[in-house]
T-cell receptor, first 115, second 116 residues
Framework: NAGVTQTPKFRVLKTGQSMTLLCAQD?????MYWYRQDPGMGLRLIHY???????AKGEVPDGYNVSRLKKQNFLLGLESAAPSQTSVYFC??????????????FGPGTRLTVL | AQTVTQSQPEMSVQEAETVTLSCTYD???????LFWYKQPPSRQMILVIR??????QNATENRFSVNFQKAAKSFSLKISDSQLGDAAMYFC?????????????FGKGTHLIIQP
């Protein structure tokens, strides 16, 4: 049981390049989330998904797109990367049936640098 | 929108002593959940303790306990018998209740240093 995994772990991009971050979970969770963490800040929610084929905006969605074509995967895309998107990105998941426990399970993070 | 405030950017404590990390939050909701997460240098987010707002009893997990003051909107974390492995960033987080898929709202964190 791998939990939540993220690919890649590190990436360096040039301004204007595009990339996709992949999040996968093997816990059959309904809810999935993408956060970013900047220095001196807590995590901030970018987008989230309540199920396959559905996504919604979080606190800081601009410049990002997401897709959830399969229940176990949640993709975060940057169409034209900007230096302001240099950050550590975390994926998380939570099960609907776990609502009484309310724990979000986090991936290990992806460190992205945009030059 | 809800906000979470951690007023201590950094705290230092001697090994084996007790330390309390502060957290306040602002919300108009009555049903919500509060969490403390630990982030060591590996950057993995680790859940330390959770508290449901409808529960009056303060949550406890081994050496970790909270002081939840709902009227004051305060949620502090007490670490007893501090150990070197407790050194990390600690984040307080809030989530709305009601069974929705809301994400977490985090504070800016407190860097905890354990002095040997």
């Amino acid at each position: 049981n791998a939990g939540v995994t993220q690919t890649p772990k590190f990436r360096v991009l040039k301004t204007g390049q595009s990339m996709t971050l992949l999040c996968a979970q093997d816990m059959n969770h309904e809810y999935m989330y993408w956060y970013r963490q900047d220095p001196g800040m807590g995590l901030r929610l970018i987008h989230y998904s309540v199920g396959e084929g559905t996504t919604a905006k979080g606190e800081v969605p601009d410049g990002y797109n997401v897709s959830r074509l399969k229940k176990q995967n949640f993709l975060l895309g940057l169409e034209s990367a900007a230096p302001s998107q240099t950050s550590v990105y975390f994926c998380a998941s939570r099960g609907y049936r776990d609502r009484d426990h309310n724990e979000q399970f986090f991936g290990p993070g992806t460190r992205l640098t945009v030059l | 929108a809800q906000t979470v405030t951690q007023s201590q950017p950094e705290m230092s404590v001697q090994e084996a002593e007790t330390v309390t990390l502060s957290c306040t939050y602002d919300t108009s909701e009555s049903d919500y959940y509060l969490f403390w997460y630990k982030q060591p240098p590996s950057r993995q987010m680790i859940l330390v303790i959770r508290q449901e707002a409808y529960k009056q009893q303060n949550a406890t997990e081994n050496r970790f306990s909270v002081n939840f003051q709902k009227a004051a909107k305060s949620f502090s974390l007490k670490i007893s018998d501090s150990q070197l492995g407790d050194a990390a960033m600690y984040f307080c987080a809030y989530r709305s209740g009601g069974g929705g898929a809301d994400g977490l709202t985090f504070g800016k964190g407190t860097h905890l240093i354990i002095q040997p």
